[in-house]
């Protein structure tokens, strides 16, 4: 059974940085794009990066691009997202998330349905 587990989330100023960490295990990791979302209270999830399987193609929402960075190493099993200059509108539940679809290359997946597996999520807080 699938299983995702995100590390890393905690409290900072505005100006700080944050490295989350996704932890797969019962998935074939090194096949599926991975990505990260989020939740701020009373919002709805949004997108926030994805990463192809083999690391070469990255995306990411217009809000985070050039302060967040994706990243993946296969042989550990394990996404990032480093989050520099951050924002009191970075504040959220940050959720990792896997690909259903495997060896994907042309387009990586950005919508919540195109991801099969979740975990629980981490909880960033940034304080102006």
């Known amino acids: 059974q699938a299983q995702l587990v995100e590390s890393g989330g905690g409290s900072v100023q505005a100006g700080g940085s944050l490295r989350l960490s996704c932890a797969a295990s019962?998935?074939?990791?090194?096949?599926?794009?991975m990505g990260w979302f989020r939740q701020a209270p009373g919002k709805e999830r949004e997108f926030v990066a994805t990463i192809s399987w083999s690391g070469t193609n990255t995306y990411y929402a217009d809000s985070v691009k050039g302060r967040f960075t994706i990243s993946r190493d296969n042989a550990k099993g394990t996404v990032y997202l480093q989050m520099n200059s951050l924002k009191p509108e970075d504040t959220a539940i940050y959720y990792c998330?896997?690909?259903?679809?495997?060896?994907?290359?042309?387009?990586?997946?950005?919508?919540?349905?195109?991801?099969?597996?979740w975990g629980q999520g981490t909880q960033v807080t940034v304080s102006s």
């Open positions: 019962g998935l074939t990791f090194r096949r599926l794009a």
């Open positions: 998330a896997a690909d259903r679809v495997e060896w994907r290359t042309i387009v990586v997946p950005t919508t919540g349905a195109e991801f099969g597996s």
